[in-house]
């Protein structure tokens, strides 16, 4: 079983900048589908971004293009997510999730992914 764990949520003032990252054990990092999703108090767990398992293919949902950046380091098995010019509406809880793929697919719904982490707080104020 695959094992996520996100790093670097926070509070942070309206166009500020955070930097998340998710850490990924078990099966080779470089067979994964990776995503990010966010869930906001008092709705459902939405789509942000994803990456195949090349990287050659990205996804993110219209909110977020040109603001966010999805990445992954396959030497690392790791996943990043920066994201810039932050508003109040990006506040949630941000989860990385996992899926390995037999090709470069890009998972986009959360019933697509098997393996998610614990989730870290994103604030921002305004």
């Known amino acids: 079983q695959e094992q996520l764990v996100e790093s670097g949520g926070g509070l942070v003032q309206a166009g500020g900048s955070l930097s998340l990252s998710c850490a990924v054990s078990g099966r080779t990092f470089s067979s994964y589908a990776m995503g990010w999703f966010r869930r906001a108090p008092g709705k459902e767990r939405e789509f942000v971004a994803a990456?195949?398992?090349?990287?050659?293919?990205?996804y993110y949902r219209d909110s977020v293009k040109g603001r966010f950046t999805i990445s992954r380091d396959n030497a690392q098995s790791t996943v990043s997510l920066q994201m810039n010019s932050l508003k109040p509406e990006d506040t949630a809880v941000y989860y990385c999730a996992a899926e390995p793929v037999d090709s470069d697919w890009v998972p986009l719904l959360p019933g697509d992914f098997g393996s998610w982490g614990q989730g870290t707080q994103v604030t921002v104020s305004s």
């Open positions: 990456i195949s398992r090349s990287g050659d293919n990205i």
